[in-house]
């Protein structure tokens, strides 16, 4: 299993191919997710210290290039675990009555996924 290491938070051992931002939610992570994980929000936001994903889906890339946010951060709502990833959650969730909302609902990407590679950073 991939090891997710979140930052000022710990490692854990996680599912592969489970979606990032479930995982932070699960782990204490603590992000802020106020679309619901329909890349329309940019609230789940992290940093990738290690291992980001080569991939995004169409609408992370159209949400972070309408942001002109492209190589800052990535959306977790749209990230799946593949390998091992060291991420710093950029927006943590202040209200405790979402902080408890149910992974479940989060579990498959929305809008439906279709992946692109991402650019080389330069
Ligand atoms: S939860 Fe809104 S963009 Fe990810």
Redesign the pocket.
Known sequence: MPKLTIENVGSFEVPKGLKL?NALVEHGGNPR????????????RVEFIDGEPKKMTKAERA?LKDKDALGKYR????CLIKKDMHVRVLKSNTKSKKKKKHADLLEKIKPKPLWVKMKKKK
């Open positions: 931002l997710y106020s679309c619901d994980g329909k890349a329309k929000c940019c609230d789940c949400k959306l977790s709502c749209q």
